[in-house]
């Protein structure tokens, strides 16, 4: 027998379509509820960053999902989602706490309606708490689970992290807990409840570092390095540096074979020093060594070396990257009405493949009569459904 996860989702922004994107991937009908003007990733994409009018923030979350327009407020409307959910595995949403219940679609009623239901939330800072009400977004969260205060240093003060990390990872464990609880429900049949959060994911992205911050007594300054320095809790020369014609990354390296590379008495000077109690002083001398020289001839030498490297890569040149593009990391899409958008393509492979592209959801509802026919809804019905503005089809011809 063959089985098809089916999925209802209330998600907007990144983490909950992040999070429905990776599934859709891997094979289950994603059906995004939306209001019938569209979810707020189809209005805002950061740097105007749009494609013959669609934007590229909707098309970097919401691939292979299918769209039903729909005006909650209307019990007509209510009825028809339950209607879905009936037919459902999964009930996905990452509104703000109490806004499902409000409409009627909470957990609650959800659970006694149907009890082998998995029901996902995914929230800002967690369903409960002192918190729970507080705006919960990417940035807002790098702050307050210390993120941006590990990553800045020195001089610089806070740094955050330049993309929205927190939201990705966030819709990634989300992901991973529904396919858990969905492994659960087929060998039981049981329902769970999902929950995730934006300020958990933040904390779960540095488990490393925290753990090691608390396994020791650090005074408050310990974040503070030099500007090379990478990382509070790695040695030097762990880090950033600039060459004359880009800038350089050195992992944890050995200092006798990097003197060696780089053929620096400086650095042989060095090389029985307590490099992480003397971080700065390393690396600025690891600086001063690498400062002038270009990229081909440091790479050369540090290959022959074992010396853990790479090229800080811009965008450009991350595309045009041999192995990005062997692994397949990008696609391009027609857009409708002309144009081409450019897809960061699913992270993993089965069976040696990549998941396929099967649909993009360009406009809102344009998945509407097709999933209202499918629930046995009648032509007459659906006009009728259209005509009141419970449900939104795309405008004929587009």
């Not at 944890?252 to 620096?264: F, G, Q």
Request: with cysteine; charged share 20%; aromatic share 8%.
């Amino acid at each position: 027998m063959q089985l098809q996860m089916k999925v209802v989702s209330f998600c907007h922004y990144l983490q909950g379509p992040a999070c429905t994107q990776y599934l859709a991937d891997m094979g289950a009908e994603v059906i995004k509820i939306e209001p019938l003007q569209g979810a707020f990733e189809r209005h805002w994409s950061g740097g105007n960053s749009y494609v013959n009018g669609v934007s590229a923030f909707l098309m970097s979350a919401n691939r292979n999902t299918q769209s039903l327009a729909i005006d909650l407020k209307q019990p007509r409307a209510v009825e028809i989602v339950l209607r879905l959910i009936d037919e459902a595995d999964v009930v996905i949403e990452n509104f703000r706490p109490g806004v499902l219940e409000r409409l009627g679609l909470g957990y609650d009623v959800m659970c006694e309606r149907k009890p082998s239901l998995i029901y996902a939330s995914a929230s800002g800072l967690g369903r409960t708490g002192p918190a729970a009400s507080r705006p919960g977004q990417d940035l807002l969260m790098q702050a307050r689970s210390g993120l941006i205060s590990a990553t800045g240093s020195g001089a610089q003060g806070p740094s955050a992290v330049g993309a929205a990390v927190v939201d990705q990872h966030g819709g990634a464990l989300l992901a991973m807990g529904i396919l858990g609880a969905y492994v659960r429900r087929l060998q039981t049949g049981a329902g769970t409840r999902v929950e995730s959060s934006l300020f958990a994911a933040g904390i779960d992205l540095q488990t490393e570092a925290l753990t090691k911050f608390y396994a020791v007594q650090h005074s408050p300054d310990v974040f503070s390095r030099d500007a090379h320095v990478g990382s509070w809790y790695h040695d030097a020369p762990y880090g950033v540096y600039p060459l004359a014609d880009c800038h350089l990354v050195l992992s944890m390296n050995d200092p006798v074979r990097l003197a060696e590379a780089l053929d620096s008495e400086t650095l042989r000077a060095l090389q029985t020093i307590d490099r992480y109690a003397e971080r700065d002083r390393y690396a600025q001398a690891v600086a001063v060594e690498l400062a002038g020289r270009r990229f081909a001839d440091v790479s050369a030498v540090f290959d022959a070396h074992a010396i853990w490297h790479e090229r800080v890569q811009s965008y450009d040149e991350l595309r045009r990257d041999p192995q990005a593009v062997h692994n397949e990391a990008f696609r391009e899409i027609d857009v409708p009405g002309g144009g081409k958008a450019v897809l960061v393509n699913h992270p993993l492979r089965y069976d040696g493949e990549l998941p396929a592209y099967r649909r993009m959801p360009f406009q809102p509802g344009c998945d509407s009569a097709e999933i209202l026919t499918r629930l046995g809804i009648d032509d007459a019905t659906l006009q009728t459904l259209i005509r009141d503005r419970v449900v939104a089809v795309p405008p004929s011809g587009r």
